[in-house]
């Protein structure tokens, strides 16, 4: 259920319609736009009146929702959420943000050539794994903590945001003092335990889409979160499984439109993951850009014949430039710009 507050409605006024719902039964959880005060009751209760709300003082009107997601729904922020950061990056906005980097940190070396070729290009953020689930036990599976300093050391040299993969609840202390963004991949975008810790942490969570997902179920995932009070996710289209085998995974594109109509929160895409193949990365990256996507996860690699990983969908810096240099020209034509 939701309770839009009138422009004008107290402090006061507030409070005490937040105390009626709590002893309706319901868990509160406040957000403050533009013009209003939003409040949305997440419970099991269906045996209720709303006039009961709307005579109360302040309160402009009250709708339940029939969708089984309640803070991720579009009701519950209508103006749309913009993660914003320290360094004055906003994700959501009217500027479209790159997160680019090597699929895994693999030497202070690579990574800070990597890291510096992708500002120069326009990159605002840096991705890298420390901890890297394979498909195989025998694959490279990340330098961990020495991985997590360098990625800190890199982002604050050429002042990029930080983004890293976390696979399990004990990695969140670990990571919490170098990482700016916590990326959950989809392998465990069901991972309920893993989404509702990350509720209790008070830094942004970028959420992938499973291979075998609906955005329905995307959505309920990103519930998990906020119903911890942490609202700031990014959800993520990076590709599902179809039953085509000539790329990677298939990369549902429209997901981006879908997702802007159905839920307030900001839109990445992930063409590296969701193709696989590096000639099909930047085509789909500009057309995500069309679709709609507030981010967009770039891998890119000096050298990328020799990556421990994904070196097949990691784009050479001089295709990363082009590219960037072409999607400066795509987003002014759907009203945005590249950050």
């Given at each position: 259920?939701?309770?839009?507050?009138?422009?004008?409605?107290?402090?006061e006024q507030?409070?005490?319609v937040?105390?009626?719902?709590?002893?309706m039964?319901?868990?509160?959880?406040?957000t403050?736009?533009?013009?209003?005060?939003?409040?949305?009751?997440?419970g099991a209760?269906?045996?209720?009146?709303?006039r009961?709300l709307?005579?109360?003082?302040?309160v402009?009107?009250v709708?339940?929702?029939?969708?089984?997601?309640?803070?991720?729904?579009?009701?519950f922020?209508?103006?749309?959420t913009i993660?914003q950061?320290?360094?004055?990056?906003?994700v959501?906005?009217?500027?479209v943000?790159?997160?680019?980097g090597?699929c895994?940190?693999?030497?202070?070396?690579?990574l800070?050539?990597v890291?510096?070729?992708?500002?120069k290009?326009?990159?605002?953020?840096?991705?890298?794994g420390?901890?890297k689930?394979?498909?195989?036990p025998?694959s490279?599976?990340?330098?961990?903590?020495?991985?997590l300093?360098?990625?800190?050391?890199?982002g604050d040299k050429?002042?990029?945001?930080?983004?890293?993969?976390?696979?399990e609840?004990?990695q969140?202390?670990?990571?919490l003092?170098?990482?700016?963004?916590f990326?959950?991949?989809?392998?465990?975008?069901?991972?309920?335990?893993?989404?509702?810790?990350?509720?209790?942490?008070k830094?942004?969570?970028?959420?992938?889409?499973?291979?075998?997902?609906?955005?329905?179920?995307?959505?309920?995932?990103?519930?998990?979160?906020m119903?911890?009070g942490?609202?700031?996710?990014?959800?993520?289209?990076?590709?599902?499984?179809?039953?085509?085998?000539?790329?990677r995974?298939?990369l549902d594109?429209?997901?981006?439109?879908?997702?802007?109509?159905?839920?307030?929160?900001p839109?990445?895409?992930d063409?590296?993951h969701?193709t696989?193949?590096?000639?099909?990365?930047?085509?789909?990256?500009?057309?995500?850009?069309?679709a709609g996507?507030d981010?967009?996860?770039?891998?890119?690699?000096?050298?990328?014949?020799?990556a421990l990983?994904?070196?097949?969908?990691?784009?050479?810096?001089?295709?990363?430039?082009?590219?960037?240099d072409t999607?400066?020209?795509?987003?002014?034509?759907?009203?945005?710009?590249?950050?």
């Amino acid at each position: 259920m939701i309770v839009a507050m009138q422009e004008t409605a107290s402090e006061e006024q507030i409070q005490v319609v937040m105390e009626h719902l709590m002893n309706m039964g319901f868990s509160v959880h406040r957000t403050t736009g533009e013009r209003q005060s939003i409040l949305a009751a997440v419970g099991a209760r269906s045996d209720f009146d709303t006039r009961n709300l709307e005579v109360l003082s302040g309160v402009e009107h009250v709708h339940r929702i029939s969708a089984p997601y309640k803070l991720s729904g579009k009701a519950f922020r209508p103006e749309g959420t913009i993660v914003q950061f320290a360094n004055g990056v906003k994700v959501g906005g009217e500027e479209v943000i790159v997160m680019a980097g090597p699929c895994s940190v693999e030497s202070r070396e690579q990574l800070f050539t990597v890291a510096e070729l992708v500002a120069k290009a326009g990159a605002r953020a840096l991705r890298g794994g420390a901890f890297k689930p394979r498909s195989s036990p025998y694959s490279f599976q990340g330098l961990g903590i020495e991985a997590l300093k360098l990625l800190r050391e890199a982002g604050d040299k050429f002042n990029l945001l930080v983004i890293s993969e976390v696979m399990e609840i004990s990695q969140i202390p670990q990571m919490l003092p170098y990482i700016d963004i916590f990326q959950v991949g989809a392998r465990n975008m069901q991972n309920f335990n893993l989404l509702r810790e990350l509720g209790k942490v008070k830094k942004p969570a970028l959420l992938k889409r499973g291979i075998a997902a609906t955005i329905e179920e995307l959505l309920l995932s990103a519930e998990y979160i906020m119903s911890g009070g942490n609202y700031d996710v990014i959800l993520c289209e990076r590709g599902i499984r179809t039953f085509e085998t000539y790329t990677r995974n298939t990369l549902d594109i429209c997901a981006i439109p879908v997702i802007h109509k159905l839920s307030h929160l900001p839109m990445a895409s992930d063409p590296s993951h969701g193709t696989g193949l590096r000639d099909k990365v930047a085509p789909m990256a500009r057309a995500s850009i069309a679709a709609g996507a507030d981010v967009l996860l770039i891998e890119v690699h000096h050298d990328p014949d020799k990556a421990l990983s994904d070196g097949a969908q990691s784009l050479y810096p001089q295709q990363f430039h082009e590219l960037m240099d072409t999607l400066r020209m795509i987003a002014p034509a759907v009203g945005r710009k590249l950050a």
